[in-house]
């Protein structure tokens, strides 16, 4: 199993910006692939950003590039999500999720509130 926390959630003006963390811990050996993903009220859930362990591939979301960025501390088991730029748009549950690949994912975590105000 693979036990997933975020962090570093939280209201934030419009400009602004945040950085989620996401600590990964238990089998994630398991998972090669870290992934970002958010749902806002009313809305289902999207992929955002998605990073590997190893060489560091990501995949992103076409309508975000510029604004948000995913990093990875590998001796932390820690992946970070930076938003710039935030809109209230933004505003939504973000989920980090693992799996075998920038496509799949079968581990997710509880989810951190991002409020952007206007």
């Known amino acids: 199993q693979v036990r997933l926390v975020e962090s570093g959630g939280g209201l934030v003006q419009a400009g602004g910006s945040l950085r989620l963390s996401c600590a990964a811990s238990g089998r994630t050996f398991s998972s090669a692939a870290m992934g970002w993903f958010r749902q806002a009220p009313g809305k289902e859930r999207e992929f955002v950003v998605a990073i590997t362990w190893s060489g560091g591939s990501t995949k992103n979301a076409d309508s975000l590039k510029g604004r948000f960025t995913i990093s990875k501390d590998n001796a932390k088991n820690t992946v970070y999500l930076q938003m710039d730029s935030l809109k209230p748009e933004d505003t939504a549950v973000y989920y980090c999720?693992?799996?075998?690949?920038?496509?799949?994912?079968?581990?997710w975590g509880h989810g951190t509130q991002v409020t952007v105000s206007s």
């Open positions: 999720a693992a799996g075998p690949n920038l496509q799949v994912y079968y581990h």
